[in-house]
Nanobody, 115 residues
Framework: QVQLVESGGGLVPPGGSLRLSCVAS????????MGWYRQAPGKERDLVAG???????NYADSVKGRFTISRDNLKNTVYLQMNSLKPEDTAVYYC?????????WGKGTLVTVSA
């Protein structure tokens, strides 16, 4: 079955950096579009970044120039490098695999940006 396991969250001061990882299993990873979403307390879950199998990327306006999504097809892993973090980036970050009518999600990893 499909499994997505995120890691790399934590507490970081404003201006700091973190790299999130998501290891996928149960899918043909190298052909799969993958995404990162986030959900702040009391808010909806929103797309942060996506990457296709041929490495085309897209980003939310709020993270352009600060976050970078990438993938390692040998490791079945998608990454989210987050730089210049702001308090408003605080959220649970979820890995996503969209598969037609169904979305698959990891359990999420908490990122807290605070002094």
């Amino acid at each position: 079955q499909v499994q997505l396991v995120e890691s790399g969250g934590g507490l970081v001061p404003p201006g700091g950096s973190l790299r999130l990882s998501c290891v996928a299993s149960g899918i043909i990873f190298r052909f799969s579009t993958m995404g990162w979403y986030r959900q702040a307390p009391g808010k909806e879950r929103d797309l942060v970044a996506g990457i296709t199998g041929d490495r085309r990327t897209n980003y939310a306006d709020s993270v352009k120039g600060r976050f970078t999504i990438s993938r390692d097809n040998l490791k079945n892993t998608v990454y989210l490098q987050m730089n210049s973090l702001k308090p408003e980036d605080t959220a649970v970050y979820y890995c996503n695999f969209p598969n037609g009518a169904r979305n698959y999600w990891g359990k999420g990893t908490l990122v807290t940006v605070s002094a």
